[in-house]
């Protein structure tokens, strides 16, 4: 069973005493950027570390000190000078504005540029030259396989040499500075640190900063499995490569383990290899065994650094993304309990007194968020990872389509796992009705992130599709809207089945097919997100945080 208490959390989250984002002085703030910061409310982050032992105290405030470097990382990966950006704004709104957003533009609005002046965000960010094109990079990659490799790692910076052809830069060359800066912090707490796994860990991942090698650290991290304290550290994820997704951003989070949560979590990925078997879709899109190795806990989290930080906040983590590591190891699946319960509590309650038909708000409750949102982290493990064409893995083949088409299967296979554990049982006595209209309820807290995210474009091809299937109505009367749970049940299948064989079948076409039908906000839609507005719904968090917040 899956319930939350009211406590034992270790880390709350207190609401300031302040409408809307906090942070800066607005005197000579322009209506207009106090109007953005307003889709933003303020949370302190404020810990309970009295069962941390010294080292582990002081641990926690090194950790923090290495994540500081993957702030100044991704600002340049992300825009460029921070200081410069920064140091030209006079607006105090904006100044603080453009350092919730890592540059000028809006992540919640498309990217769109809050600034007078700037150009549209390269799809590409700073990963590659602004004036390349993607028939140039295609040709070059074309030319070798070593070229290739080079110019598509995950760890490289392309940009012109002195004749003007691309070449690949390694990120611990373009971002030394940053590189060698934590991972001598990371190196400091592994001498802090008691436990081996961890201390290895920590060792481990410092090297692989200097060096771009990041799968021994990834092996190391999956066989730590009794540590307190955790850092996730380094280029992680591709969102922030809107041109081709082959490019990892910088970013960092520093938690702690909530070890009895954990306990009582553990035993689903255990159900992993059935579930697979029991997807609907043809069996040759789910001949992959997923790893049963994976860990699945609850954290609460200390610290955010660089893109995970950007825009919206991050609730849960699954990881590593290397297709090696999660067919050998699985994968592990972090819930940030406590940034999660202070989203629920302050935006996704609101939501639904607003947007949900009073008789089916029963129906949204913590217990379902936090199971949807564990569930999403499982199903990254579901499905596949190579395509069966011999294309390469589905995040090589999808391009720039893949984050969102696993965002989405994520989703849609997490609520088809929580249906199945229903039926069997294993989640407690709450109904199965909790899980989708909260599911339902959470799609309209998403998309408000836009189109830049791929998790906003993943919910809103779902919110049209379940809409053209019929899994929810809206009352036109009220303008609140009520899941058909019948039919919401046959949409998960249909969607489900669609996504596998879009990505088993490394199928790029289809995806951005899919993607541009259906990853669109429509009018009808809009309108309501537009009485969010109105109402004073904040889109996300915006956090204080640091090592003079935890008393360190």
């Known amino acids: 069973m899956i319930r939350h208490t009211g406590t034992g959390i270790a880390v709350v989250l207190c609401l300031l005493s302040l409408s809307g984002c906090a942070g800066y002085d607005d005197d000579g703030a322009s209506p207009e950027m106090k109007v953005k910061l307003d889709k933003y409310t303020t949370f302190r982050l404020v810990a309970d570390l009295s069962g941390l032992t010294d080292e582990q105290r002081k641990m926690v405030g090194v950790l923090i000190e290495a994540a500081e470097p993957m702030d100044e990382a991704f600002w340049l990966q992300a825009y460029g000078s921070k200081d410069e950006l920064l140091g030209s704004l006079d607006d105090p709104a904006a100044r603080r504005f453009a350092e919730i957003n890592y540059g000028p533009w ?11 002046g700037v150009e549209a965000k390269p799809e590409g960010a700073r990963f590659y030259p602004p004036d ?18 080079a110019l598509t790692s995950l760890y490289t910076m392309v940009e012109r040499d002195a004749e003007g052809e691309l070449t690949a830069r390694p990120f611990s060359e373009a971002f030394s500075g940053q590189a060698e800066a934590a991972a001598a912090k990371l190196r400091e707490a592994a001498e802090l640190a008691q436990e081996p796994g961890l201390k290895k860990y920590l060792s481990m991942r410092a090297d692989a900063l200097l060096s771009d090698d990041y799968q021994p650290s990834d092996l190391a991290w ?165 395509t069966l064409n011999g294309e390469g893995t589905v995040r090589d083949a999808l391009k720039e389509q893949a984050s969102a088409i696993e965002e989405g299967k994520a989703d849609i296979l997490g609520l088809y796992m929580v249906t199945k554990l229903h039926e069997n049982g294993e989640l407690g006595a709450e109904p199965l009705e909790d899980y989708y209209v909260t599911f339902m309820s959470s799609i309209f807290r998403s998309v408000r992130f836009g189109a830049s995210s791929a998790h906003g474009r993943a919910n809103m091809i779902r919110f049209n599709f379940f809409q053209e299937q019929g899994a929810f109505s809206k009352d036109e009367a009220t303008g609140r809207y009520r899941a058909d749970f019948d039919k919401m049940r046959e949409a998960v299948d249909a969607l489900s089945r669609k996504i596998l064989e879009l990505q088993g079948d490394g199928n790029h076409a289809g995806a951005r097919e899919l993607t541009e039908a259906m990853g669109v906000i429509g009018s009808e839609l809009q309108s309501d997100l537009d009485r969010l507005a109105a109402a004073g719904i904040p889109v996300d968090i915006v956090l204080e945080q640091g090592k003079s917040v935890l008393g360190l």
């Open 106 to 116: 809006d992540r919640l609005d498309g990217d769109a540029p809050f600034l007078d």
């Open 132 to 149: 390349m094109t993607k028939d140039e990079f295609e040709a070059a990659i074309a030319e070798s396989d070593e070229r290739r490799q």
């Open 222 to 386: 999956m066989d730590m499995k009794d540590n307190t304290i955790d850092v996730v550290i380094g280029p992680i994820e591709t969102y922030e490569d809107a041109l081709f997704g082959y490019k990892a951003a910088y970013e960092a989070y520093v938690l702690i383990k909530d070890m009895d949560w954990s306990r009582r979590l553990s035993r689903y990925v255990a159900m992993l290899p059935e579930l697979q078997r029991g997807l609907p879709v043809d069996a040759v899109y789910k001949a992959e065994t997923p790893g049963v190795e994976s860990d699945l806990n609850a954290y609460d989290v200390v610290y955010y650094a660089g893109h995970c930080n950007a825009g919206s906040k991050t609730i849960a983590i699954n990881l590593p993304n290397d297709e090696e590591v999660q067919l050998a190891k699985g994968t592990r699946r972090l819930q940030l309990k406590n940034a999660m319960r202070a989203k629920f509590d302050k935006i996704l309650v609101s939501i639904a007194d607003e947007l949900i038909a009073e008789d089916q708000r029963k129906h949204v409750t913590f217990e379902a968020f936090f199971a949807n949102t564990m569930f999403h982290e499982v199903a990254h493990g579901l499905g596949i990872k190579n």
